[in-house]
């Protein structure tokens, strides 16, 4: 994907929707061209929107997030990017809501046989900007499975992602970004993506959205967890129906304490094709 331009710039400590980038979207592929277009739709002055827009690659950050691994993506003081897991699923449409609704870009890690079944639902991720990333097939714990089995897994989610999203099975993803689930990796898996040029996702900050708590309680836990770390990835679950209850005040709390969207995308095609 191509490397999009921020989509606001702050003036005077107003936030303004970036017009240029119709022009943009016109040079532009076919994907990130209706994302662009999404992001000319943006029509709310005092959203939160997505301060800007971070380049990853596997070469240089094999694997982020400091709760799993010892490095992290290099974020600034109150900035954030937003990851949800587990979708596609009933809540997802309520999340994308709200996040068009402040113009705030995420990353989606699907799981792939229930993103397989869902195409527009995925179409409409990538169409309103959205990174997508993937998180296996099954949802299995691929500590526990053979190193071909896992692989398999791995390659049938990226797949089933990539059927939904183009039309066209592929374990090359259009985004190559990974999250284990439950964070459960090995030595040799983390190898073999990083050779294939696929960007392992830990996480910084958890919602900790598995376990049962009311929408309040659930932003609550969250912004106080926020405060204390003052940045990085943030991991929610859009299955969640407590986390899709708060996201839109989740959203507006970030706007209101000046925390600023980071969107990562993957690093375009001409930057990635070094020798590994
Ligand atoms: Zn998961």
């Given amino acids: ?62 694997q982020v997030g400091t709760k799993s691994f010892a490095q992290t993506l290099p974020l600034a003081d109150k900035e954030v990017v937003l990851t949800f897991d587990d979708g596609p699923a009933a809540t997802t449409p309520k999340v994308l809501d709200a996040l068009r609704q402040q113009c705030a870009r995420a990353t ?64 090359t993803p259009t985004t190559p970004f990974f999250r284990f689930p439950y964070f459960d990796s090995t030595p040799e898996l983390l190898a073999h993506l990083q050779s294939r040029g696929i960007v392992v996702f830990g996480a910084d900050l958890w919602a900790s959205d598995w376990n049962p708590m009311t929408p309040q309680q659930q932003l609550k836990l969250v912004t106080e967890r926020l405060e204390k770390a003052r940045k990085g990835i943030i991991l929610f679950h859009d299955p969640r129906t407590q986390t899709a209850a708060m996201i839109a005040d989740f959203l507006r709390w970030l706007r209101d304490n000046d925390y600023r969207v980071v969107h990562v995308v993957a690093r375009s095609a001409a930057a990635s094709a070094q020798p590994r």
């Fill in 108 to 171: 989606f890690f699907l799981v792939g046989s229930t993103a397989v079944a869902q195409p527009k639902l995925i179409r409409r991720m990538a169409a309103d900007g959205h990174s997508i990333g993937h998180h296996s097939w099954s949802h299995s714990d691929l500590k526990k499975m053979s190193f071909a089995e896992a692989v398999a897994d791995i390659d049938r989610g990226i797949a089933g992602d990539e059927t939904a999203l183009n039309g066209k099975a592929s374990s």
């Fill in 1 to 62: 994907m191509q490397p999009l331009p921020p989509l606001f710039a702050r003036l005077g400590g107003r936030r303004f929707v970036a017009r240029w980038f119709t022009a943009a979207a016109i040079a532009t592929s076919a994907i990130a061209g209706s994302a662009a277009s999404a992001a000319t739709d943006c029509q709310n002055p005092d959203a939160l929107g997505t301060a800007r827009v971070l380049e990853v690659d596997a070469a240089s950050t094999p």
